[in-house]
């Protein structure tokens, strides 16, 4: 499915209020654009319609009372063809005048007491006197009411569009809102469900990226771009429909500009997409790269290398900058400069047509009221097609933002589940297990061991052994290519990765602790986890003569990743963790290496506590904390090599023994 067709599909999930925001849009905006229409009846009716024929009547409502008669208008008058005119209201330039008789088309001109009208082929004289400024009012003074009347009219619209206005923009906007939550929900939620190679080989930068910048240009194609696609579409075909009610043969010119607008966007596009790929790339490695500097400051500090990796910032910030600046001048040449120009040739265009341009005749296109309506739809044709234009950068924008987010929700992933497994033993076999991260690589070659419920397996073995690989395995965070890992005698496959880590608890060398509480911590935000367990797994551990000190217990706050504690109190916290879970496999990687020997003797009994009746496997550089092990798996490039208790290694006098021996002479010298 296109992107195009996914951003749609999640618009449809708030259709009723979109649905119900287009029709308050298309109210408000057939309010708003009654207003020139407004306009044409003021001018023709009330202000240029007094320039006409006038005939004697009685008084009467409209009627005014000049040279000792009542004179009502034409437009006023009751059957004015079974009467003659008495004269005519004329204007020329600024001064108005009384015309004894109507007068016919032609330039007019007043002198010596008369209105000289020059046709195309004769002159006419006709008696006319001139009139001051009280006179002129008399003659305006029944439109005055009138005018009033459309005024009033025109601002109740105006109110009834502000009403409207207000209505669709809200609801338009709600929905972009809400469809953005529900985007980013099901973003998060596959997060949840894509393996952990894919966090292996994308950095959190990026996956952050994806999940906060690209979402936002979304957001901005639901706020901004299709309410402003939407409101400009309905506005500009409630101004063609009004273009031709007023004249047909100019709308029908009008109309050009919609291939027009069509060439433009496609020619925009072409070049908009590449431009827009770079920049959201650019700053996807921009967002990558600050994470990294984030996270390892102490590493760049401590190494002198802020200099260098300023310059490597400098660079990724410069090529996002060059990106932003090819999209600047391609916005910058097709938005208001086209449409500025495309104005202008319209309203040339229709200035001409109304000069006679188009028939030869002056005025017989357009009246003045017409004119001036004509001219002020096309001007407001104008606005929502730079709406339109303006808004097709962040269009561009948020349809690479969508192919970016819909790439990452493509990714295959294997859905959570809440099922649940009746406790496991805690018995794990391994059986001739071969896997590899690459296929073709295989770090770990028919692995074979047999641990049974509540034994002890140590783990050892030179970096890149396969330690860690089988770890991995065990909590199905990676499946093996070959061979069967048993749980309970049942194929681990058997069991989903929920059910399983449900009974597994995990120990590791960095422990890694959430924004909190030391409680929230330890109890991994579980709800149904009492504050009593909490407290006695921190107490099993030893942890409460160390945070015996802290003011408010475990309710002490926990910033970002631990940042305030010690490496030792983040690691009582997460081994309280894994005793308060109560699992029946338990993972020790390489949990006390990081912890000082003071610590270390304090959770000590905690560990042999937190052991206890548990399938615990420990990975180990310090050989002195695993001599009770019921079996030492000594690993080396992906098999094992060595294999029984420390006391039957030792005798062996193999790997095993050689590394104890050295290390226990480093420790003694």
């Known amino acids: 499915m296109s992107t195009g067709k996914r951003l749609f599909e999640y618009a449809k999930t708030s259709r009723k209020t979109i649905i119900t925001g287009l029709l308050l849009l298309v109210v408000a905006v057939a309010a708003e654009l009654t207003g020139p229409f407004i306009a044409k009846a003021i001018i023709d009716r009330h202000i240029a319609g007094v320039v006409e024929p006038w005939y004697e009547t009685t008084e009467q409502p409209n009627a005014i009372q000049y040279n000792g008669q009542w004179i009502i208008r034409e437009y006023y008058a009751e059957a004015p063809e079974t009467k003659e005119p008495v004269g005519q209201f004329v204007q020329i330039g600024t001064q108005f005048y009384w015309a004894e008789d109507v007068l016919p088309v032609g330039q007019q001109s007043y002198e010596d007491g008369a209105i000289v009208v020059e046709g195309d082929q004769t002159t006419t004289r006709v008696d006319a006197s001139p009139l001051n400024g009280s006179e002129v009012l008399a003659f305006y003074a029944p439109e ?48 949840s469900r894509l393996p952990v190679r894919f966090f292996d080989n994308l950095p959190a930068g990026k996956v952050v990226s994806r999940v906060t910048n690209d979402t936002e240009a979304i957001r901005e194609l639901y706020v901004a771009v299709l309410s402003n696609f939407f409101t400009s579409g309905i506005y500009m075909t409630g101004i063609y429909i009004a273009l031709f009610l007023l004249s047909p043969q100019l709308a029908t010119y009008s109309l050009l500009l919609i291939p027009v607008l069509t060439l433009w966007i496609i020619v925009y596009r072409k070049f908009a997409s590449s431009y827009n790929h770079q920049i959201r790339s650019k700053i996807s490695e921009i967002n990558g790269d600050m994470n990294e500097n984030i996270q390892g400051m102490t590493m760049i500090q401590a190494f002198r290398r802020e200099a260098f990796r300023k310059e490597r910032f400098e660079k990724m910030n410069k090529e996002y900058y060059d990106a932003q600046n090819k999209m600047l001048r391609l916005n910058s040449l097709m938005s208001h400069n086209l449409t500025w120009v495309l104005r202008n040739l319209v309203l040339a265009m229709i200035i001409w047509a109304a000069a006679g341009g188009m028939t030869g005749s002056l005025g017989s296109v357009l009246s003045l009221g017409a004119l001036y309506a004509f001219v002020d739809y096309v001007t407001r044709l104008f606005e929502p097609l730079n709406n339109i234009v303006n808004q097709l950068s962040n269009l561009e924008q948020a349809r690479v933002s969508g192919e970016r987010v819909f790439k990452l929700m493509d990714e295959p992933g294997v859905d959570v589940q809440d099922d649940e497994v009746s406790r496991l033993k805690g018995e794990v076999a391994f059986e001739k297990v071969t896997f590899g991260y690459k296929e073709s690589e295989p770090v770990l070659k028919e692995i074979q061991f047999h641990a049974k419920p509540g034994e002890t397996i140590a783990l050892v073995g030179h970096t890149g052994s396969g330690k860690s690989s089988i770890m991995n395995l065990l909590f199905r965070f990676y499946d093996a290519q070959q061979g069967e890992i048993l749980l309970d005698g049942k194929e681990i496959r058997s069991y989903s990765p929920q059910a399983i880590r449900s009974h597994m608890g995990i120990v590791l060398q960095d ?78 990687d390489e949990a006390t290496s990081n912890i000082d020997t003071e610590t270390e003797s304090i959770i000590q009994h905690g560990l042999n506590v937190l052991k206890k009746g548990r399938t615990t496997f420990v990975i180990a550089h310090r050989l002195s904390t695993i001599r009770d092990a019921d079996q030492i798996l000594v690993l080396d490039a992906g098999r094992i090599v060595e294999q029984g208790n420390h006391d039957e290694l030792m005798e062996k006098n193999g790997s095993y023994a050689q590394m104890y021996r050295l290390q226990k002479q480093k420790r003694a010298g």
């Open 144 to 191: 005055g009411p009138k005018i009033m009347g459309w005024l009033a009219f025109y601002f109740g619209l105006i109110l009834i569009a502000m009403f409207f206005q207000y209505g669709q923009n809200f609801l338009l906007k709600k929905s972009a809102n809400r469809i953005i939550q529900r985007l980013r929900v099901d973003v998060f939620a596959h997060l």
């Open 511 to 588: 422990p890694y602790l959430f924004t909190g509480t030391i409680g929230s911590n330890i109890a991994m935000d579980d709800p149904s986890m009492s504050r009593e367990t909490i407290e006695e797994a921190l107490k099993a551990v030893g942890g409460d003569s160390v945070f015996q000190h802290l003011e408010l217990g475990i309710d002490e706050p926990v910033k970002e990743k631990g940042s305030t504690l010690s490496s030792g109190q983040r690691q009582l916290i997460s081994f309280a963790r894994a005793l308060a879970a109560d699992p029946s496999i338990l993972v020790l």
